[in-house]
């Protein structure tokens, strides 16, 4: 599984993991230079791969996952 950065004001990094169905989100928390290493990260369980294609297409990312993601899909933070 890949991290992919994507351009976008809330949404750093997204993975998805085919076998597990689990996407994987970063979010920014604006610290320059350190994109990877302070962030929230979250796995959310059994989302379907299309949901995955369709945000790595959305115009907003944050838009997209607070309508499609947050409140559709169990996650843990780690």
């Not at 809330?10 to 970063?26: C, P, R």
């Not at 995955?52 to 996650?75: H, M, T």
Request: glycine share 2%; charged share 20%.
């Amino acid at each position: 599984m890949n991290y992919i950065q994507v351009t976008s004001t809330n949404v750093g990094f997204i993975a998805y993991d085919a076998s597990t169905s689990e996407l994987h989100l970063a979010f920014n928390d604006n610290i320059p230079n350190l994109p990877w290493i302070r962030c929230r990260k979250y796995q959310y369980a059994d989302v379907p791969a299309q949901v995955f294609e369709d945000l790595k297409c959305a115009e907003s990312k944050g838009a997209f996952v607070c309508r499609e993601i947050a409140f559709n899909y169990k996650y843990d933070e780690y």
